[in-house]
C-alpha cells in the first residue's frame, strides 16, 4: 500500500466534462481501494489555487479535451511543482492538434491519410477536396464535431460554416478511409495489445459509439493477421516515441482492406488522456496484458513526475 495522497483532476469545463468525471470517479475509487490517500479534485478556474493549498503528492490528470489534454493544466502543474500523470506540456500540446500531430507522424514513417487544415469559413460551394472526406475540430477529442462528407454529397456541409459550429474555426479536412477500425494503446514506451473496434449502429466510431452502453464492440486481440497486428503496435509505439509522449497513450488507426493484398493502414491520431474507466480501451488492454484495473492505475501514478 503506498500511502502517496494522490489528487485525481477530473471534470473541468471542456465538452468532455462528463466523460471526465466518469474516468475521475473509477481512477478515484480504484486508488483508494488499492491504498493511495484520495482527493477527488472538480476542476475549474481556480485549479492552482485549490492545489497549491492541497500539495498532493502526484496529481492523476483523468481530464479530457481541451485545457486538460492540451498542454494547459500540464504547465499549471509544472509551475506548482507537483509531480503528475500522462505526457508532459509539448507532447500534450502537439498530440492535440490534430494537424501538427500529423506532420510529426508524417515525418517518422507512419502512414497518414492526405489532409489540409483551414478555417472553416472557407467553406463555400465548393469541396476542399475530392470526396469523400472527414472533417475535424484541429483540437477536440472524443470525436465531437466530426463530420463525414459521402461521395455523393454535392456540397460541403452546412453545419461547418453555420453559428451552431462551437468547435474552434480551424478544422481539418482528410480523406476518408473506408474499413475497420482498431486502437492500440502503448504503456512506458511498450505496445499493448490491439483492439478491433466495431460500432453498433452507428456509422462511425462517434461520441455516443464510444460512451453509451452498447454503442460500440471491442475485439481484443484483434482478429487480424499477425503481421499487420504487430505493425499496429509498431507504429503506435513510434508515434509514441514522435510526439514524446510518457506514460499512457493510445494510437487510432484504419484498415482498407480492399486497397492492396495488405491492405492500406492509416494512422489517424494520438490520445494522450485515454478513457480511465474499467470499460475504457486502454484499461481493457491493460487487463488483457495481466494487469488489474487498480494495478494499471498504480503504475500510471508511480510513473509521475514533473518535467516531462
Known amino acids: 500500500m503506498s500511502g502517496k495522497h494522490v489528487a485525481v483532476l477530473m471534470g473541468g469545463f471542456s ?18 481501494a488499492f491504498g493511495y490517500r484520495v482527493t477527488r479534485v472538480d476542476v475549474d478556474r481556480d485549479i492552482a489555487t485549490v492545489l497549491g493549498t492541497l500539495r498532493p503528492d502526484v496529481a492523476f490528470n483523468a481530464l479530457h479535451g481541451p485545457f486538460g489534454e492540451d498542454g494547459t493544466i500540464q504547465g499549471i502543474l509544472e509551475y506548482l511543482e507537483i509531480p503528475y500523470t500522462h505526457s ?16 510529426v507522424a508524417k515525418a517518422a514513417g507512419i502512414p497518414v491519410a492526405e489532409a489540409k487544415v483551414m478555417d472553416r469559413h472557407d467553406f463555400a460551394h465548393d469541396h476542399p477536396i475530392p470526396t469523400p472526406y472527414v472533417v475535424k475540430p484541429v483540437r477536440e477529442g472524443s470525436s465531437f ?21 462551437r468547435y474552434g474555426d480551424l478544422v481539418m479536412v482528410e480523406r476518408y478511409i473506408p474499413g475497420r477500425e482498431f486502437t492500440c494503446g502503448v504503456m512506458g514506451g511498450e505496445a499493448l495489445g490491439v483492439t478491433e473496434i466495431i460500432p453498433q449502429g452507428h456509422a462511425f466510431y462517434d461520441f455516443d459509439a464510444k460512451y453509451v452502453a452498447g454503442g460500440s464492440k471491442h475485439v481484443i486481440p484483434a482478429e487480424i493477421l499477425p503481421n499487420i497486428y504487430q505493425n499496429i503496435q509498431r507504429l ?11 506514460g499512457v497513450s493510445r494510437s487510432d488507426f484504419r484498415l482498407d482492406e480492399s486497397a492492396s493484398e495488405d491492405g492500406e493502414l492509416i494512422w489517424l491520431e ?3 488522456q485515454p478513457g480511465m474507466t474499467p470499460t475504457s480501451l486502454v484499461p481493457e488492454m491493460a487487463v488483457h496484458a495481466g494487469h488489474s484495473f487498480g494495478e494499471f492505475l498504480s503504475w500510471i501514478v508511480e510513473d509521475a513526475s514533473c518535467l516531462r
Request: aromatic fraction near 2%; proline fraction near 4%.
Open 270 to 272: 494520438i490520445n494522450t
Open 145 to 165: 464535431g466530426v463530420v463525414i462528407v459521402q461521395k455523393d454529397q454535392s456540397h460541403p456541409p452546412q453545419i461547418i460554416t453555420s453559428s451552431e459550429w
Open 88 to 103: 508532459g506540456v509539448l507532447a500534450s500540446s502537439l498530440a492535440m492538434d490534430k494537424g501538427q500531430a500529423k506532420i
Open 15 to 32: 465538452s468532455e466534462r462528463p466523460v471526465s468525471l466518469s474516468s475521475g470517479a473509477a481512477c478515484a475509487d480504484a486508488l483508494e
Open 236 to 246: 503506435a509505439v513510434a508515434a509514441h516515441h514522435a510526439m514524446g509522449c510518457r
